[in-house]
C-alpha cells in the first residue's frame, strides 16, 4: 500500500504559478510511476500526465500544455505538478495516483492506484 496526500492547492489568479506536491508514505515510493489527474465537476477525471519510476520521462495528457511539469523527488518520497501562467480552465480538483498496471494506457483512472484525497485549485480572474 501507498498513501498518497496531495498538498499546495488553493485560490490563486489567473497568471499566477503554482507548485502543487504529492507525498507518499507506504510501500517504497520509487518502486512506482506516478501521474497527475484532474476533475472538474460534471466531468470524467483527466490525465495531466505522468512520470517514470527515475524522473527522467514524461507524458503529458492531450490537454496539458508548455505551462505544465511534473517532478519528482525520490528522496524525499515527493512528486511535483508546476503549473505557469494559469488560467480559469486550470481550476479543478487535482489528484495524484501511482500506477499499478504496468503497460496500462496512461489515460485511464483504472491504470492507477492508491489515489490521494486530491486538492482544490481555483483559478480567478
Known amino acids: 500500500q501507498v498513501q498518497l496526500v496531495e498538498s499546495g492547492g488553493g485560490l490563486v489568479q489567473v497568471g499566477d504559478s503554482l507548485r502543487l506536491s504529492c507525498a507518499a508514505s507506504?510501500?517504497?515510493?520509487?518502486?512506482?510511476?506516478m501521474a497527475w489527474f484532474r476533475q472538474t465537476p460534471g466531468k470524467e477525471r483527466e490525465l495531466v500526465g505522468r512520470?517514470?519510476?527515475?524522473?527522467?520521462?514524461?507524458f503529458y495528457g492531450r490537454s496539458s500544455t508548455g505551462r505544465i511539469k511534473i517532478s519528482r523527488d525520490n528522496a524525499k518520497n515527493t512528486m511535483y505538478l508546476q503549473i505557469e501562467s494559469l488560467k480559469l480552465e486550470d481550476t479543478a480538483v487535482y489528484y495524484c495516483?501511482?500506477?499499478?498496471?504496468?503497460?496500462?494506457?496512461?489515460?485511464?483512472?483504472?491504470?492507477?492506484?492508491?489515489w490521494g484525497q486530491g486538492t482544490q485549485v481555483t483559478v480567478s480572474s
Open positions: 495516483a501511482a500506477q499499478i498496471r504496468p503497460g496500462g494506457s496512461f489515460y485511464e483512472t483504472g491504470t492507477f492506484g492508491f
Open positions: 507506504g510501500r517504497t515510493f520509487s518502486d512506482y510511476a
Open positions: 512520470i517514470n519510476t527515475g524522473g527522467e520521462n514524461t
